[in-house]
C-alpha cells in the first residue's frame, strides 16, 4: 500500500505556522530555547524533547511545549506519550487558533485509532468536524472508521476482511486494523498473506525507534493489538 504525500506531511503547515507567526501567537516564543528545540526536532528528537520538558517544569500551564513534545513523540512511535500529550495542550489551550486546533485533532483522532480506542478516536474526530466538514483528510479518516464500525457488525469473517481492507485502502497506517486484518486471515488459514500483513505493519513499529524521554525504545503499544512485545531490555520481539 502507498501512503499519499498529503498524509504525510499533513501536520506540517501547522508547525510551520508556529515557527513563522509564534512571537506573534505566542510572547514567551522568543525563549531560545523552544527555538533550539523546533530547530533540532527533525535531526534530534530525544534532545529536543528534554528541551521540551524543561520548558514545561517550568511554565506548566503553557499548551505550546506540550503540542512540539507530542508530534515529536507522534514520530518516533511513542503513542502513548504523543496521546498525552496533545490530550494536555488541549487542556491548556485557551486561544489556539481553528486551523491549528483542526490538526492536533486529526492527529490525536489518528493516534487513538492505532492504540485501538475506536470510541476515543471518533469523538475527537467529531470534534474536528464541527471546525471544518470540509477538510478532505478528516473526511477520509472518518469514512474509514464507520467502515470499521460496520467490519465489528460483521459476523462473517470473509465479508469482515473486505470491509477492513476498505479501511486500510483509505488509512494505510492504522495499524490496529492492518494486525486485526492479518488475524482475520489466519482464521481463514491464508497464513502467507497474513504474514505479509504483520510484516507491513511492522514498517510503522520499527525496533530501531528514538528512545525519547518517557517512552521505552520503539514506542509504548497496546499487547492486545501489536504483534510484537517488550522484552525489558530496550528491544521489542515477535509474538
Do not use: H
Not at 35 to 48: C, F, G, M, T, W
Not at 62 to 84: H, N, V
Not at 108 to 125: C, I, R, T
Amino acid at each position: 500500500m502507498k501512503i499519499p504525500l498529503y498524509k504525510t506531511i499533513f501536520f506540517i503547515p501547522a508547525i510551520l505556522f508556529f515557527i513563522f507567526n509564534a512571537d506573534i501567537l505566542y510572547p514567551e516564543f522568543k525563549n531560545d530555547k523552544i527555538k533550539e528545540a523546533l530547530n533540532i526536532s527533525q535531526y534530534d528528537p530525544l534532545k529536543a524533547s528534554k528541551i521540551l520538558k524543561n520548558i514545561i517544569r517550568e511554565e506548566p500551564g503553557w499548551d505550546y511545549p506540550y503540542i512540539i513534545l507530542a508530534d515529536i513523540y507522534d514520530k518516533s512511535y511513542a503513542m502513548t506519550e504523543a496521546i498525552k500529550s496533545f490530550e494536555k495542550g488541549i487542556q491548556l489551550s485557551k486561544d489556539m487558533p481553528e486551523f491549528i486546533l483542526l490538526k492536533i485533532y486529526y492527529k490525536l483522532g489518528n493516534l487513538y485509532v492505532k492504540k485501538g480506542d475506536f470510541q476515543k478516536a471518533s469523538e475527537v474526530f467529531q470534534k474536528a468536524y464541527k471546525i471544518k466538514k470540509e477538510d478532505k483528510p478528516l473526511k477520509i479518516s472518518m469514512e474509514a472508521l464507520e467502515l470499521y464500525k460496520q467490519a465489528q457488525k460483521t459476523e462473517n469473517v470473509f465479508d469482515k476482511i473486505k470491509i477492513i481492507d476498505k479501511v486500510l485502502q483509505r488509512k494505510p497506517n492504522w495499524i490496529s486494523c492492518e494486525i486485526e486484518l492479518a488475524r482475520l486471515l489466519l482464521k481463514t488459514g491464508n497464513f502467507y498473506s497474513a504474514r505479509k500483513e504483520y510484516e507491513y505493519s511492522l514498517s510503522y513499529t520499527p525496533v530501531w525507534s528514538v528512545n525519547v524521554p518517557g517512552e521505552y525504545k520503539g514506542g509504548t503499544w497496546n499487547p492486545n493489538i501489536s504483534p510484537m512485545k517488550y522484552k525489558g531490555d530496550g528491544l521489542w520481539e515477535i509474538e
